[in-house]
């Protein structure tokens, strides 16, 4: 399996900006229709017959957070992953924020052989997880997508965090998020576990 490419094609399933909650709402249901659709690749018919209901938290506007954002570019280094693959990454930088009165910092990472191409040149990772991890939410984390901000001010909306497809199949190889990014909080919004999951 080109590991690469899936990666591409699952990032056409989201889009990189601030969106509405009715611009979201759209974006979750065209990933659970491509999920249930056996032509797009991405889960076979026996992973779409055991797929079970795709759901999410209820949009929330707290979970859309102003902050602050701090360049500071690490070394490359080896990505872990579910299996033995390991891409190349590097810390692009650093998410400061507040959350009911707690300070929290989350790295922000940059794939290295995504960045070489156009349309993938300003996008950001961040892979996290948190206290609902391995209860509410999939126990391998979730991931959201940013652009690079052109200022130190960025928004950070966790109703747009999402499952890896490793959170559907096994066959796929899915970032794990490091340590520094397990918040100890509750983010009560985006996607959920899957219910056969």
Request: glycine share 6%; with cysteine.
């Amino acid at each position: 399996m080109n590991y690469f490419l899936i990666f591409i094609l699952f990032l056409s399933s989201f889009s990189f900006g601030q969106l509405t909650a009715s611009e979201i709402e759209i974006k979750r249901q065209e990933h659970i229709a491509a999920l249930s659709d056996s032509t797009t690749g991405i889960l076979n018919s026996e992973e779409i017959e055991h797929l079970g209901d795709v759901t999410y938290f209820d949009h929330d506007e707290n979970y859309v957070i102003t902050g602050l954002f701090t360049k500071s570019k690490g070394k490359k280094f080896k990505m872990p992953t579910s299996t033995e693959r390991t891409p190349i990454y590097r810390r692009y930088g650093y998410l400061d924020f507040v959350y009911n009165d707690d300070t929290l910092r989350l790295e922000v990472y940059q794939n290295v052989e995504l960045a070489k191409q156009e349309k993938y040149k300003n996008y950001l990772f961040i892979p996290f997880k948190d206290a609902t991890s391995a209860k509410t939410t999939y126990g391998g984390g979730r991931y959201m997508d940013l652009e690079i901000p052109e200022n130190t001010q960025l928004i950070i909306d966790f109703n747009t965090a999402y499952n890896p497809y490793c959170a559907y199949s096994y066959r796929y190889s899915c970032p794990v998020p490091p340590k520094v990014n397990h918040l100890t909080i509750e983010i009560n919004a985006g996607e959920k576990t899957p219910m056969r999951h």
